[in-house]
């Protein structure tokens, strides 16, 4: 075991990117759980892109000076509690450190299913997942061959939610990236029929290169001019999702989206944003749905995996700029495969 721990602080508040600067890795003894509670030590780390709204001075984000939060599994290396074993495997919430001193009230017991790896319970069967199969089934409410649009479609939520529409028999999907890369990635893994490279021009006329006829969904992972482009795009009676305002995130000063709000209204559509948080009853139903799925390869879960808990910090910056894949997950050196 070792006799150190790190943890991650944010040192200040950012205005636009947040850079490595903004951030320190604070090392201190190896903690001992108290009385009731358990020692984690911690395998995988989830970084998100909540995280960067919780930079900011606002309601319920993070503390400076203090260690970050965040979704995170490990195994518990020391317990005083009978409710928690030396050598159970945890999911919990107190990321961003190496250790983590929980008590059997903090901590969720994962259900193991053959042939599904660890960090699925980070990407596909987490929080990331939930946040699509919410999305889809409970905020959109899809109808078979409806289509689809995706704003940034190439995150750990767009791919997510890209897979879980085919299986869930979407019609015409389409999306959004980065990259030519991306959108060709997402056509020939993911499933998506056609992708634009956000960067190539206007959102409005990109998108309507790629789905001529309309959509009926959009889920919306950005916001600002790719959500007006969406509205104009939208048929009668549809829906969008909004999940995320990732492209406003580091750009505080930016113009909201301008478009004709008469469409909202001429075409009875339906905007609605909601949290995860309030939907962890659908959990169980995302197991359900998905398992199979999983253990049949007709799912795969589409992840960027970063080695080393000094990397999390870069990591997360990194997701902030793009360059992940799917879901970007933190791993721990001793864990060579899942």
Excluded: C
Excluded at 250 to 276: C, I, Q, W, Y
């Amino acid at each position: 075991m070792n006799e150190t721990a790190l943890t991650v602080h944010q040192t200040a508040r950012p205005h636009g990117y947040p850079t490595a600067e903004h951030f320190a890795f604070v090392e201190s003894t190896l903690p001992e759980p108290a009385a009731g509670g358990a020692l984690v030590e911690n395998l995988y780390w989830s970084v998100d892109p909540y995280h960067r709204e919780m930079m900011d001075d606002v309601p319920g984000g993070f503390v400076l000076d203090a260690p970050l939060e965040g979704r995170t599994i490990g195994r518990v290396i020391a317990s005083r509690t009978p409710q928690l074993a030396e050598g159970e495997i945890v999911f919990h919430r107190q990321g961003w450190r190496t250790h983590s001193v929980v008590t059997p009230q903090e901590i969720r017991r994962l259900p193991r299913f053959e042939g599904v790896p660890l960090t699925a319970y980070l990407s596909t069967l987490g929080g990331t997942g939930l946040t699509a199969y919410v999305g889809l089934t409970r905020i959109a409410r899809l109808q078979e061959g409806e289509d689809l649009f995706v704003s940034g479609a190439a995150g750990g939520v767009g791919t997510a939610t890209g897979r879980f529409a085919r299986l869930l028999g979407a019609g015409r999907l389409v999306g959004s990236a980065g990259s030519a890369a991306k959108a060709d990635h997402l056509v020939r893994e993911v499933g998506y029929d056609a992708v634009f490279d956000y960067h190539d021009g206007p959102a409005a006329d990109l998108l309507g290169k790629v789905a001529p006829d309309g959509i009926d969904v959009f889920v919306d992972n950005v916001g600002g001019e790719q959500l007006a482009a969406a509205i104009g795009a939208l048929r009668t009676f549809g829906r969008i999702v909004r999940v995320g305002t990732i492209s406003q995130y580091n750009t505080p000063d930016a113009p909201a989206p301008r478009f004709d709000h008469a469409d909202v209204v001429e075409k009875s559509l339906r905007m609605e944003g909601f949290l995860v948080s309030n939907y962890r009853d659908v959990q169980e139903e995302l197991y359900d749905f998905a398992v199979p799925h999983l253990q049949s390869g007709r799912l795969a879960p589409d992840e960027t995996v970063v080695d080393g808990f000094e990397g999390i910090v870069d990591a997360f910056l990194g997701m902030l700029r793009g360059e992940n894949t799917g879901k970007i997950i933190v791993r721990d050196r001793t864990r060579s495969r899942p």
